[in-house]
Each structure stands twice: as C-alpha cells, then as structure tokens.
C-alpha cells in the first residue's frame, strides 16, 4: 500500500536565539490542499518556524521536505527563492511605487504575453479585474490583501505560508476575505500553513491545527478533536474561558460540591482540577433554600450568589460567588438572562463536558 507522501514536512526542528530555545523539536506535515494552522500565543514559536520552512531563516537543527525531497539540514540547503513556496504577512509589503498589475507580475519571469495573461487571470479571480493600472494606495486594505494574495499566488507556489496576514483587517472584511483566499488555495491544492493567535481563526480555516506553547506543539489534530480532547488545562483555556473545580483523589473518586467524579489512573491523594467551559454550566432558581434535585447528566447542584450579569450580544455572560469556597463561577446563557445582583441560584455542571486534569507538581531542588 503507498503511503501519499506530504507536500510539506518539518522535522525536529531546533532553533536558539542567545543560548534559548525558541523552537524545541517541532514535527509537522501538510498534504496538498490540506490548511494547517499553527496556533499559540504571542512568543511561542509560530513565526521563526514558520521562517525556518521559508528558507529566511536557518535552524539549529532539523530537517525539511518537499514532495518527499530534502530543501534544507544544517549542511545542505535550498535558497528560499527555490523552494517553490509562497508567504503572506499582516503586513502585504506592496511596491507603491509600482502598479497592481505590475505588483502582482514581480515574481514572475519568461514570456510577457504570459505573464500578462496569468496577471489578468488572478486578479479576475480575486475580483480586481478594472484594477490593473492602479497604485496600491488608492486601494482599500480589503483590496491590497487581496493583490497580495493574487502576488503570493502568481508563481504557482505548492505551499503557501501565511503569518497572520488577516489580523490587520476590518472585522467586517476579514471573515469574506479570509474564506475567499482558502478557496482559492484549496482549488490550486495548495499546501498551506498558516500562524495565528486567534483559536476562532484556527477553528473557521483549519483542516488541522498543531497548538504550540513555549517552542513546543503540545497536541496536533482536528479542530473538533483539540476543542473536544484537550491535552491539558492549557488546552482548553486557550479556546474559550473555564471554570475551575479542584478536589483530592480518594479511593478513585473526587470530592466536589458538584458531586463525585471518577480520577482513573491518577494515584491515591494526588490533587486533580476539574475544568468546565461556561456554557456547560446549567443554571436553575433557589427553592426555599433548595435547589433541583441531582441527575446522572448534571451531577449534585452547587449554590452560588450572582456577582454580576452581562448581555454579549448573542448571549449573557453570569458571574457566581459560590459558597462553597468564595470561588467565582462564569456562565454562559443563550439570549438575554440578567439576574440581580445577590439573587441566590444553583449552578450544576454537564458530566460529560468536563476535563479532569492531575495537578503537575514541581520538585523542590
């Protein structure tokens, strides 16, 4: 059985600036057509990995591949200009000084009634047809990152890196803008790699998405699957905001206002925190000191005293004091709820849409 071979392939690449480790052994590969995003906060590596791939930079160790072939070790490598890879930034870097038309030709060569007809063809696709003879100031963001796109595209490129180059655009464009260029892409079976900071970005564009943190891809796989299975209480505070429920493992079990929860295979006595997203968290009204009943679903009801309640937009967002430690409890409900402050409810919390995590401990030297 043949295995397809990746269209792009990093591996364990190794990069140091002063003595420290930025990048620290990242492994990864695009199939043609495929978006993979690298997604992590600011300073964890997307960006120098992602100029280790486009030749800008060189690694301190590692290897990269296209089509199966070598581009680039510590001993042989591929200039950038070579490697058949296309790069977008938040900052498009237009000629001003130079036409659209004449922008989106720059990287081309070879017969110029050619040139000319890939030119008028990209920016057709990209719907700046009547645009050609204009100069990258008298165009909109929306349309400079669109020539930019047409740029990157001209070439033929089988893998396009991209570093962040929507976050400089208007909400209102970046959404249509966005799913245009990975059509595009898609329809040219480009590879892409994309860095980003915004795990709704990631989610919206991603085939696949590898989270880095500190150097490292700490879980690679779909976006359902690294929403739905995160590796650790990081994880999943990446994606959206958590409660947090902390308890000791006693004869397998956990303790908790919120009931018991089963700790398999974390040791007796070790401490464990129990993560719950706020839109996981039902809420119910305060029955003469009583709350609802328990359920296998829900669990037993906790009590907690509402701090504060605000209307989003698409939903309301409810802060608890809970009573049973003073912690606070964030809520997330559909339309508008907005309970007074000090109104007295019971918050219970879906089973099967809680995390448990063993509390890392670190040794005293």
């Known amino acids: 059985m043949n295995v397809a071979v990746p269209r792009l392939e990093a591996k364990h690449l190794l990069r140091r600036y002063g003595g420290r480790v930025v990048v620290n052994d990242v492994s990864l590969h695009v199939n043609p057509g495929q978006v993979t995003c690298l997604l992590g906060p600011s300073g964890c590596g997307k960006s120098t990995t992602l100029r280790m791939i486009a030749g800008v930079e060189m690694q301190d160790s590692g290897e990269?591949?296209?089509?199966?072939?070598?581009?680039?070790?510590?001993?042989?490598?591929?200039?950038?200009?070579?490697?058949?890879?296309?790069?977008?930034?938040?900052?498009?870097?237009?000629?001003?000084?130079?036409?659209?038309?004449?922008?989106?030709?720059?990287?081309?060569?070879?017969?110029?009634?050619?040139?000319?007809?890939?030119?008028?063809?990209?920016?057709?696709?990209?719907?700046?047809?009547?645009?050609?003879?204009a100069y990258p100031h008298e165009l909109s963001g929306g349309e400079q990152q669109r020539v930019a796109l047409a740029r990157a595209l001209a070439p033929r490129p089988s893998i396009m890196l991209m570093d962040e180059p929507f976050s400089g655009l208007d909400n209102r464009?970046?959404?249509?803008?966005?799913?245009?260029?990975?059509?595009?892409?898609?329809?040219q079976d480009t590879a892409v790699l994309l860095v980003t900071h915004e795990p709704e970005e990631a989610m919206r564009m991603a085939d696949n998405i590898a989270l880095m943190r500190d150097g490292r891809i700490v879980q690679e796989g779909a976006p359902y699957n690294i929403y739905n299975a995160p590796a650790d209480r990081d994880a999943v505070a990446f994606f959206s905001d958590i409660n947090v429920i902390r308890g000791k493992v006693e004869g397998s079990l956990v303790q908790t206002p919120f009931g018991q929860f089963l700790a398999p295979g974390v040791h007796e006595g070790n401490e464990v925190e129990i993560v719950i997203r706020p839109q996981h968290v039902k809420i119910d009204f305060d029955r003469s000191g009583r709350g609802p009943d328990p359920t296998i679903e829900y669990g037993t009801p906790a009590r907690g005293v509402v701090k504060r309640a605000r209307f989003m937009g698409s939903e309301s967002l409810v802060e608890f004091r809970m009573d049973h430690d003073g912690s606070i409890f964030r809520v997330t409900v559909p339309n508008v709820f907005l309970p007074a402050e000090g109104k007295v409810m019971w918050l219970m919390i879906r089973r099967n849409k809680c995390f448990l995590f063993p509390i890392k401990r670190t040794n005293a030297a």
């Open 64 to 133: 990269i591949y296209v089509d199966g072939s070598l581009i680039c070790d510590t001993v042989f490598r591929v200039p950038p200009e070579r490697r058949n890879i296309g790069l977008m930034f938040q900052d498009f870097a237009l000629f001003p000084h130079l036409k659209v038309g004449e922008n989106v030709a720059f990287g081309l060569s070879g017969d110029k009634a050619v040139m000319a007809r890939r030119v008028s063809e990209l920016l057709e696709r990209v719907g700046l047809a009547d645009y050609g003879n």
């Open 173 to 187: 464009l970046r959404d249509g803008i966005r799913d245009e260029t990975l059509e595009i892409l898609r329809e």
